[in-house]
C-alpha cells in the first residue's frame, strides 16, 4: 500500500510480542551489593552476641583456689567468685568433686558450694582432679607435692634435760616454756632443748619445721633435785647451832668471844660483801668458824627465774672456793625466801642442805619458834648490828644455864632430821 502523492511514507515493523516476553531485564548490581552488606551486617552481629554471651560465661565461672596445709597434709580446694552480679549465684549453684587420679576416692562438698579437704601423703606428688558441677561446668587438675614427714631423729634425756633432733630445721617457737617452767631453746637449726625445772614436765611438744611439716614428741622430764630445808639440827650431845647473817663492818666483839670462849658460829656471807673485809673473815674461819653461802647479792631468791637464782648460789660458791680454799655446802636463802624453784637452784649452784632457824635473838631476849625455852637442836639467828657481841653473849649465857653445848653447823648435822615447810622468822 503507499499513500497518496506528496506524503512522506514510513515504514513500521513489528516485534514479536513472545520473543520480547521470553527475555530476563538485566539484573541490578546495586542490590547485589546491598545483599552482601546487611550479610555481613548479620554476620557481626552474630559474632558480637555470641562474643559478649562466651566473655559473660567466662566471668561468670567461677575459681578454683586451694591450699596445702603441711601442719596436717590435708588440701583444702574451694570456689570463689568472679566479678559481677552473677558470680556469687554460680558459686552458689555450684558444688565440687575432688577425686585423686589414678584412684576411686572422692570428695564432695555441700550442694552451696563451700569447701573440700583431701589427705594428701607426705613426701609424695600427688595429683587431684578437681570437677566443677552447676551452671558454669568445668574440670581442672591440680599437682600438689608434699614435703617429707617431720621425723625427731635423736631424742635424749640428761642432767639438764631434753636434746631432741629433728631430720631438719625447725621454726623457733615464740611461746612460753613447756609445762609453764621448763624452757625451750633451739641449740641449732635442727636441734630443741627442753631444760629441767624444779617441776616434772609431763607434755607434748609440737615442732614445726620451716616448710610448715610437723611433729609432736612426748616429753617427759623429771623434776630437778632440790636442797632440803632445815631449821633444826641434831640434837646429839645437847647440841646447839650459832648463826649469823653476815654485813659490813666486820664485828671484832664477835670474833673476840669466838676465841676467848671457843665457841663455833656459822656466818652467811654475800659475795658482795665478803671481799671488803676478807682478812676478818679468814680470822673468822681460823677461830672456828664456818663459812655459809648468803649468794651473790642477797636478794628475794623467789622473785628471780630459775637461771638467775642459780648464778646468784654458783657465782658466790665460785668466790667463796678461791677465798677460802673450799666452796660452802650450806646456804640460808636470803630472809628466809624459799619455794621449790630456790631450792633446785641451790642443788644446781653446789649447795646441799639449806639452812632457817627456829629461834632469834633481840637484845636481852631469845624467842623461839613455839614460844619455849631453848633446847637441844636449835639453830639461833644472830642479828648482824653494833650490838652483836652482847646479843652472843646473852646467847652463850642462856645455853650455859640450860648445859647446852654450841656446835659447828655441817651438811652432818642434818642427818635423821625432817625437812622443814618453812621458815620462821623472829
Known sequence: MSDGPGTVG???VLRPVAGRLGRRPPFDRRLVLLLMAAVLVLAGLVAAWLGQRATAQALSRPRVVWALSPASNTVTIRLTPRAGPSGHQVVADSHLVVSEQGTKRLRRTSPDGGKVRIPVPPGQRTRLVVLVKGPQPFSRTLTVTVPPRLRVVVSRTGSSGLLIRASRAVRRRPSGPLCGTNTVSFPSAAEVAVARSPAR?????????????????PVNIPALPQVPLYDTASPAGEAIYIT???GSPPSPQLLNIMRRAHVPVTAFLSEQVTPRNLLYWRAFTGAGGTIGNYTVSAP????????QA????????GAFGRWFGQAPRIGRPPSGAINRTVQAAAYQGGLRALVGWSAVVNGNRIRTWNGKGLKPGEI???RWSPD?????????A??????LHPRALTVASFAGIPQAHSVADG
Open 10 to 12: 514510513t515504514s513500521l
Open 398 to 403: 642462856t645455853i650455859q644455864s640450860r648445859h
Open 201 to 217: 614436765c609431763k607434755a607434748r611438744l609440737r615442732l614445726t619445721a620451716l616448710d610448715g611439716e610437723r611433729a609432736v614428741v
Open 244 to 246: 649469823v647473817d653476815a
Open 310 to 317: 642459780v648464778a646468784q648460789w654458783g657465782r658466790a660458791q
Open 388 to 396: 652483836l657481841g652482847h646479843q652472843l653473849s646473852t646467847l652463850l
Open 380 to 382: 639461833v639467828l644472830l
Open 300 to 307: 628475794d631468791l623467789t622473785k628471780l627465774t630459775l637461771s
